[in-house]
């Protein structure tokens, strides 16, 4: 019971458009871009966006928060990895929200980060729904569905 | 809520007066015999008249399925709200509350309690008596520490705890057997090994009793006044795979930590017989966290797999 991804357009292997949704108080992990260009629009309800500075080559010790905005309804935002590490996440506890992603060139992994210790670790992302179907799970338990 | 709605709509089954600044809902609910959602977020309700008296008698309180009373100003789950036997979804999520009421058990059908966002400093173990519940949020609250009862909630699915005052978790949280999801960031989680040395001794009561059970030597109600049958029957088996003993009172506290699909360690509080119950090398070698982990690993790997979702970070 987390927020779910879904594709919408895949232009010919160029970029990932997306859907997500987000339910009271979900929240992602702090993550990375896998060297893409990341476009967010908010298309209902509000999302916070919390910025981190990428964790020394030691990864000891907590992450350092660079800034962090609440964006709303029609606002953009924009990372890459240059740019540093998020996480977003609706904090709100009555309403739900949804923003439109885009990815390009598309990544189906990234990097998640452990704020406490800046320990990162891969995973894989997968679909909750493909162009309007539900996407069966079929990943192995070792996967972490984002 | 306007006068003689259930006369104009008798068939109602979805009633949505969420945003419209309601203090109070009165008796107009009781006569809606079809109604199994009732969404009334972002008002002003918590204070008396909230809730209706007599709704126990009344159709809803077994016809209500989902109830949404988020963004309000409850301090506390109004008592009347337990009166309704057939709840399956209860959101309180964004209001004042203080605490949870035991009492809670009531709602024997409940699947989804959402509860983040308010002030709840800790969770009464009668919460663990809901044998269908499947999603817990509890995140953006006060909450010290989950009593070890919520292990008994074998239909948890999903348990949202981040953004709380959590320094470790019950070593039981591992025998939720279809836990899938659990969110713990923003807790002042213990990082480093710790072990609790303040142990009293066990008093001459303990050590009876700890021999005629791990001796298994026989005894009769008869043999025994009725207070030491009792208290026989409280021992607690002692974790410790290698120990297989058992203790009552006389415990020593350890925080151990569990690896969680290679990803995770979280600090779990274990209850152990007697300071030589953990791990043979821990009392050697104290600052070492390899051996703790190596330790905890055989009795929680299996249990960690199955957290496939853990977020921590």
């Known amino acids: ?146 | 809520l306007p006068a003689g709605l259930s006369q104009w709509f008798p068939a109602l089954e979805v009633l949505d007066v969420s945003g419209t600044g309601l203090a109070e809902m009165g008796t107009e609910l009781l006569s809606l015999p079809c109604l199994h959602t009732l969404l009334a977020k972002n008002n002003r309700l918590g204070g008396p008249g909230s809730l209706p008296k007599g709704l126990e008698q009344a159709p809803l309180a077994r016809s209500l399925r989902v109830l949404n009373l988020s963004g309000n100003r409850f301090s506390e789950v109004p008592p009347a709200l337990l009166q309704l036997r057939g709840l399956r979804s209860l959101s309180l999520g964004g209001n004042r509350l203080h605490g949870i009421p035991p009492d809670i058990q009531e709602l024997q059908s409940l699947e989804f309690l959402y509860l983040g966002g308010n002030f709840i400093t800790a969770i009464p173990p009668e919460l663990a008596k809901l044998p269908s519940l499947r999603y817990l949020v509890l995140c953006d609250n006060k909450i010290q520490s989950i009593p070890p009862q919520l292990a008994q909630l074998h239909s948890l699915r999903s348990l949202s705890l981040h953004n709380n005052l959590l320094t470790y978790l019950p070593r039981e949280i591992l025998n939720l057997v279809h836990l899938e999801e659990l969110s713990l960031r923003g807790n002042p989680l213990v990082v480093r090994f710790v072990r609790d040395l303040t142990y009293n001794p066990p008093s001459l009561q303990e050590l009876a009793g700890r021999t005629v059970k791990t001796r298994n030597v026989p005894y009769a109600p008869s043999d025994l006044p009725e207070s030491l049958v009792r208290y026989l029957s409280l021992a607690s088996n002692c974790p410790n795979p290698k120990c297989g003993g058992v203790y009552f009172d006389s415990c020593v506290r350890q925080i151990k930590f569990v690896d969680f699909c290679g990803k995770y360690r979280l600090p779990l509080m274990h209850y152990l017989c007697s300071p030589e119950c953990s791990s043979p090398y821990s009392s050697a070698s104290q600052s070492s966290t390899s051996q703790s982990e190596s330790d905890s690993e055989d009795e929680a790997s299996v249990a960690a797999h199955r957290m496939q979702k853990v977020l921590l970070g």
């Open chain 1, 1 to 146: 019971f987390r927020y779910t991804r879904n594709l919408v357009d895949n232009g010919n292997g160029k970029f990932n458009l997306m859907i997500l949704c987000w339910g009271e108080g979900h929240g992602s992990s702090i993550h990375d871009h896998t060297d893409s260009h990341c476009f967010m629009k908010i298309l209902q309800g509000n999302l916070k966006e919390t910025l981190f500075e990428w964790p020394g080559k030691k990864g000891n010790g907590e992450m350092t928060k660079k800034s962090e905005r609440v964006l709303r309804e029609n606002q953009c935002a924009y990372i890459n990895d240059s740019i540093g590490l998020h996480r977003v996440e609706n904090i709100s506890h009555t309403e739900t929200a949804v923003s439109l992603h885009l990815y390009s060139p598309p990544f189906n992994t990234c990097n998640t980060f452990d704020q406490r210790t800046g320990h990162k670790h891969k995973v894989t992302m997968t679909f909750y729904s493909q162009f309007g179907e539900r996407t069966v799970c079929v990943s192995t338990r070792r996967d972490a569905p984002r």
